[in-house]
């Protein structure tokens, strides 16, 4: 097999899927192979990226009112709310299919980029691999031929490709049975109305008449996807934890981060990190800020210090506690020095597939306190690296925070044990090797299958 690939993710950035399918195309490229990355949406100038033009392979009709409508939000940015207005109304203009489909409920696959996509890379890749696919770039309705034209790998990043269209589907199991009568809608990504049977089915029969390689950061959702729809179109599946750079997510002296930083030195600092801190659908954002509190009243001759970090605001008081709003910080490097100056991560999610936030802190030697949901269950050895606790609890969560920051020596050794898992299990290193691995298995099984299909 030749070594060139080609990563397919819904925009290119650091974090969650973005971050893990940037990590595998540098990579790759630093260890010498052919890599492409193709995303729905570019948000610099990474090399060898290149956009899902679905603009280019549209009608003429398309090809108009797409260009009209990039010429006019590049122009209106000074009108309020006109450039917002342009890039949602205009592309439903272009592409009346969308318009329909966003009224009746179903999940808009309206894009004729995705048919050819080899195409908008230099060269024909021996491996695709696909990372989230929603997020208005790409169609599902390509997957029959395209894993039948080259060998091509999915990671569940979320749940998405399993139900009828919500990311996560938290409580509810009609993703089992077929979906319909959703209770919640409004879960992103949202639909109008509840056409959810109907793309439960639509993606069922996509699948039946694909060939997937199926990749899952945590057992959690790979248990979930041999429950699913998926699993039909699943010929390998494999388990591979995500994996994070431990050159730059690695222990350092608190007391120089917080110089750094300028942050105090004699507070308690607990942290938590989220693009959209207060929005967040899979964050319990009010719960952390229970707990915040609640250690407050505890800690009473301590003042306590929690780094929002995600969110552009202004400093809240809560108590003898303070609430910190940083913004968004994509850059690697400081994020790291910002846990380094952390006494504790604070994780309250409501639903999480394997949160790289996670394995950043706990690599950075900051002992994690999270809630026990999802594939966090993989990544923190409770009582070793952290504290997991139920979800919803507030006060058990409060009482895990304090029992940490009270006892320096248990801090202490859980920072060591957090470093020593993360060395262990979640290198950047490791998830790549296991990726390369499973990508020899993939075209090799891929191989005999279209070689048995041309001598029937």
Not at 2 to 22: L, M, S, W
Not at 128 to 133: D, G, I
Not at 252 to 271: C, N, S, T, V
């Amino acid at each position: 097999m030749e070594h060139c690939f080609c990563q397919i993710n819904t925009q290119d950035g650091y974090g969650g899927a973005a971050g893990i399918c940037r990590t595998l195309h540098q990579e790759f490229r630093r260890r010498g192979l052919v890599s492409y990355a193709l995303v729905g949406k570019r948000k610099g100038e990474a090399p060898f990226t290149f956009l899902v033009d679905n603009d280019r392979f549209g009608s003429l009709w398309t090809s108009f009112w797409m260009a009209l409508a990039n010429k006019t939000a590049k122009y209106s940015g000074k009108v309020r709310g006109a450039q917002r207005t342009c890039e949602q109304v205009l592309p439903y203009v272009a592409t009346p299919k969308r318009w329909l489909d966003f009224l009746s409920g179903r999940e808009d696959f309206n894009f004729p980029g995705s048919e050819n996509i080899l195409r908008m890379i230099p060269e024909k890749p021996d491996i695709v691999h696909l990372h989230n696919l929603h997020g208005d770039y790409f169609d599902l309705r390509v997957l029959p031929i395209l894993t039948k034209t080259v060998p091509t790998v999915l990671t569940m990043h979320d749940l998405w490709m399993l139900t009828g269209h919500c990311a996560h589907p938290f409580g509810c199991d009609k993703w089992q049975r077929g979906c319909g009568e959703c209770p919640d809608l409004k879960s992103p990504p949202a639909v109008r109305k509840d056409a959810t049977h109907f793309n439960w089915e639509r993606k069922k029969n996509l699948f039946a008449a694909s060939r997937l390689y199926v990749v899952t950061p945590s057992q959690w959702a790979l248990d979930k996807m041999e429950l699913s729809i998926l699993r039909s179109g699943a010929a390998l599946t494999r388990l591979i934890p995500n994996g994070i750079d431990l050159n730059i997510f690695s222990p350092g002296d608190m007391g120089e981060a917080r110089a750094q930083l300028g942050l105090p030195y004699d507070m308690k600092i607990i942290m938590f990190a989220a693009n959209g801190i207060r929005k967040s659908p899979f964050r319990d954002f009010k719960m952390m800020i229970e707990v915040v509190q609640r250690v407050s009243s505890m800690m009473r001759n301590e003042k306590i210090l929690f780094l929002a970090i995600g969110e552009d605001s202004p400093p809240e008081k809560e108590g003898l506690g303070e609430i910190k709003f940083i913004p968004y910080v994509k850059d690697p490097y400081p994020l790291a020095v910002y846990y380094r100056a952390a006494d504790v991560y604070l994780h309250a999610a409501l639903a999480d597939v394997f949160p790289t936030v996670v394995l950043e802190a706990l690599a950075c030697g900051t002992p994690v306190v999270a809630t026990s949901v999802g594939g966090i269950l993989e990544q923190i050895v409770d009582g070793r690296t952290g504290f997991l606790t139920p979800i919803g609890d507030a006060e058990t969560m409060a009482h895990a925070v304090m029992e940490l920051i009270a006892d320096k020596q248990l801090q202490s050794y859980m920072s060591r044990s957090a470093v020593q898992y993360s060395a262990l299990h979640f290198s950047k290193q490791k998830m790549v090797d296991e990726y390369l691995s499973f990508y020899a298995e993939a075209a090799e099984d891929w191989n005999i299958f279209t070689k048995n299909l041309s001598n029937e």
